[in-house]
Each structure stands twice: as C-alpha cells, then as structure tokens.
C-alpha cells in the first residue's frame, strides 16, 4: 500500500523539563528534583510521532543556527521526518519551552517561539512543492498566524485535507475554519476558542457549524469527542498511571493522521490515536515518549 503524504507546518523546541513535586502557584520558590533537555515543539512532536509510526512525513519549520538548532534537526532526520522543509535561521535562536512536571505528572508550559516566529509565507511559498501530491497537512498554533492562513489556502487549492490542533488557542478566522478536515482542540482551547457559558456540546455546536468537517476535542482521562454530520459520540481514554502528560495531544494526533492514512475508519483511527497517547503519557518527555510501531504492538502483546 503506498504511504499517504503528509506535510506539518508547524514548531521545533528544545524542551527544559523541570521536575517539581507540584506546580508551583504565583509568589512560591520551590527546589526542582531536575531538570533535563528534550526534543519538542507541537509540529516536530507531531511529525516524529507520525515517522515513528511508518508515515510519509516531511516537515516545514525553522531552527536557530545554535546546538539546540542542530539536535532538533537531527532528531527529526534520525526518526525519518523528511527536513528539506526546515531552514536554519540567522538571527533568531530555536524555539524553546520550558516545562515543568509535577510528581501527579500534570504540567505546564511557557514557550519562548524564536525562531519558529520566522516561518512566514515566503517559507511556505519555497516549499510549495511538497503539497503537490500530500494527502494531509498538519498544523498548530506556534507559528505566526498568517503562515496558517496562507498555508490553509495552498492546502485548499491542491486538494490537501488539513488537520489543525489550535494550540496554543487564539481566535480563529472564519477563513482558516471554514472546510477543515479536521479542528482538534482541547477541552481549555475549546473553552478559549468558544468563550463564556455552555457546555461541552454546546462549545463544540459552535465551532464545528463554522464549517469544519469532523471536530475532535481531546478531554484527557476521559477520552475524546467526536462532532461530525453523523452525530456527537464519545471514545474512552485507554488508561494509564501519568508520568508526564507532555505531548499526550501531538502523539493523539500522530496517531490519529497515521490511522486515517492506513485506511482505518476515522473511528478506528480515534481509537489507535488513544493508544499511541497513552503509551506516550506513560514515559518522561515529549519525543523521547513517542512510540514506534514496535512499542505499540509490544504494548498491545503485554494486554
Ligand atoms: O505539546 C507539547 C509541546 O508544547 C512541547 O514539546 C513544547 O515544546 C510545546 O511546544
């Protein structure tokens, strides 16, 4: 069967992963128990998660020309995420995003965007090509919001179906809304995306009668959500003790694109997308936790 094509356009970060007993509140001083350095970035975590899974991924996005830069380039060209997309840039350092994780395995993140704050219209106007025969595109929030814009317009024309996590959240045109495959938001990005009362469900109305084809909001432990013309149906989490919830979304996503692009139904595909999360929030960091297609059917075999 011939591999479907997919483009992410999205961020590369070096992660500083601090581990803390609890997430510290406004005003307190805590000691870490450590802090490490990992591979990250919403579209690198992606694209890798998807290559780890046997897919066909090449990435567009942008480093700083410094030792992070260099070791979150190899770490996409060492899992098999194609780089002819991904520029070096002369002013800006990489993107960073320092992370910490508490001992319950929650975590919170602030991202300083660097150069991933460099990957503008005339980058994807360079690579344009690679859509030519892509079956999916894949975006997130951490590049400027014109790059999305005119992205979605390149995917539009080609035909390329467009996959959009919305995170970080901030408001979306009607113009980037309007025939997505797929919108996946979390639950906060749904309630930032749809502000003030309502539930779920009502949140959800909303967004999917902008014209997205399938909505999926991601609810943590309690699985996931799927809006689309047949109806509302909910998936459980597969469950798992949380080390660290770090990437638990991008190895959703990862997983639910290689899914749809082996010819699963997009309900199975949810369900394979469940599995690769769950494996992912069982190991420290974000890359480092993704799993191969040996982990999954080596964690399937240990059921
Ligand atoms: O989704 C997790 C990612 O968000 C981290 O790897 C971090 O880099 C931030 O972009």
Same mark, same amino acid.
């Given at each position: 069967?011939k ?5 992410v356009?999205?961020?590369i ?7 803390v007993?609890h997430i ?12 490490q &350095? ?5 579209g ?6 998807m290559?780890?899974?046997g ?7 942008r480093v700083?020309?410094?030792a ?27 993107g960073?995003a320092?992370? &910490? ?12 965007s660097?150069?991933?704050s ?5 980058q994807?106007?360079r690579?344009?090509?690679l859509?030519?025969?892509?079956? &999916?595109c ?15 317009q390149?995917?539009?024309q ?12 901030q408001?979306l045109?009607?113009?980037? =809304?309007e025939?997505?495959y797929?919108l ?22 909303? =967004?999917y009668g902008?014209g ?14 799927l ?6 149906? &909910?998936?459980p ?17 990862g997983?639910?694109?290689?899914g ?11 369900q ?9 929030v ?7 936790? =993704?799993?191969?297609l040996?982990?999954v ?7």
């Amino acid at each position: 069967m011939k591999l479907a094509k997919i483009v992410v356009v999205g961020s590369i970060n070096m992660d500083v992963v601090i581990r803390v007993p609890h997430i510290p509140i406004e005003g307190e001083t805590i000691m870490a128990r450590s802090v490490q &350095y990992y591979g990250g970035g919403k579209g690198a975590n992606q694209a890798i998660a998807m290559s780890r899974l046997g897919g066909d991924v090449h990435m567009i996005g942008r480093v700083g020309k410094d030792a992070h830069g260099q070791r979150l380039y190899d770490n996409l060209l060492e899992n098999g995420t194609k780089t002819a997309g991904v520029e070096w840039d002369e002013d800006q350092p990489s993107g960073t995003a320092y992370i &910490y994780v508490s001992d319950r395995g929650e975590n919170n993140i602030v991202v300083f965007s660097g150069a991933n704050s460099k990957v503008d219209v005339a980058q994807i106007s360079r690579y344009e090509h690679l859509f030519d025969d892509a079956e &999916y595109c894949l975006m997130q929030m951490e590049i400027p919001r014109e790059t999305i814009e005119h992205t979605v317009q390149v995917c539009k024309q080609k035909g390329v179906k467009i996959i959009l996590n919305p995170a970080p959240a901030q408001p979306l045109s009607e113009q980037i =809304l309007e025939g997505l495959y797929i919108l996946i938001p979390n639950e906060s990005e749904l309630d930032l995306l749809c502000p003030g009362p309502g539930s779920l469900e009502e949140k959800s109305a909303k =967004l999917y009668g902008s014209g997205v084809q399938n909505l999926i909001v991601t609810l943590g432990a309690k699985g996931s959500m799927l809006m689309n013309e047949a109806g509302v149906k &909910y998936f459980p989490a597969v469950p798992v003790k949380p080390v660290d919830t770090t990437a638990a979304g991008d190895s959703f996503i990862g997983g639910l694109t290689i899914g749809l692009s082996n010819k699963m139904d997009l309900e199975a595909a949810i369900q394979y997308a469940s599995l690769v999360a769950a494996i992912t929030v069982s190991k420290m960091g974000a890359q480092a936790s =993704l799993p191969d297609l040996a982990a999954v059917e080596a964690y399937l075999a240990g059921k």
